[in-house]
């Protein structure tokens, strides 16, 4: 198996990555859509934001930020990171805070895993 598919296969069991359409949008290639995953782990600070956000229970900025995560995932194909932040979104949108607090830890394990491919086969 190549490294390219033993990434990809990494990203389908734990991101449910939705492999066609994703690279797709990245004209086919290997190279853009690992650079994108690349920065988006170590420089976007999205998530991080929303972490610290709805830690101050800061509604509006807790907003904003999932929202941006939830369109970055959704551009990379990360489906289960989408997914969450979908989620945690729409509970910030009806004022739920704290029904969104109780997404965090499912959106630290989705993160982490990407995280921890992008590491492995990505830098």
Known sequence: ???????YNALIDVAA???????DRFMNSNSLFKKFLYKFITTDGSYAKLRNFLAEQDLENAKLYSHTLKGIAA???LVNLYDVSNSILL???????EDALRHEDELGKQYDAVRDIVVKYCS
């Open 1 to 7: 198996m190549s490294e390219n598919d033993a990434f």
């Open 17 to 23: 990555w939705d492999k066609e359409n994703t690279l």
């Open 75 to 77: 551009n990379l194909g």
């Open 91 to 97: 509970l910030l949108r009806e004022g739920k805070l």
